[in-house]
Nanobody, 126 residues
Framework: QVQLVESGGGLVQAGGSLRLSCAAS????????TGWFRQAPGKEREFLAA????????YYADSVKGPFTISRDNAKNTVYLQMNSLKPEDTAVYYC???????????????????WGQGTQVTVSS
């Protein structure tokens, strides 16, 4: 069992930046593909980015490609999401998730992930 804890959310002005962290409780996390999702009120959970276990492969949703960067530090059992040029429409609860499945395009879908964090709120003011 892997427990994931997100941190780094908060209130930021439009155009600002935040770096989210996802810390895992088990060393096996470093063998898992990890993704970031978000969910705004009244909307479905949205895939943002995924990174392979080694960090050698990444994949982004078109909506965040460029301003957002996913990375990982396996020595710290932590995955990051650097978010730049934030907009009010980026306001949502952000979740990290870990998948035991082999890297592939299916990893942009929430059912492909086995473990989820509790989420961290990001609010972007205009």
């Amino acid at each position: 069992q892997v427990q994931l804890v997100e941190s780094g959310g908060g209130l930021v002005q439009a155009g600002g930046s935040l770096r989210l962290s996802c810390a895992a409780s088990a060393r096996t996390f470093r063998t898992y593909t990890t993704g970031w999702f978000r969910q705004a009120p009244g909307k479905e959970r949205e895939f943002l980015a995924a990174i392979s276990w080694s960090g050698g492969s990444t994949y982004y949703a078109d909506s965040v490609k460029g301003p957002f960067t996913i990375s990982r530090d396996n020595a710290k059992n932590t995955v990051y999401l650097q978010m730049n040029s934030l907009k009010p429409e980026d306001t949502a609860v952000y979740y990290c998730a870990a998948s035991t499945r082999i890297w592939g395009l299916v990893l942009k879908t929430a059912p492909a992930y086995d473990y989820w964090g509790q989420g961290t709120q990001v609010t972007v003011s205009s």
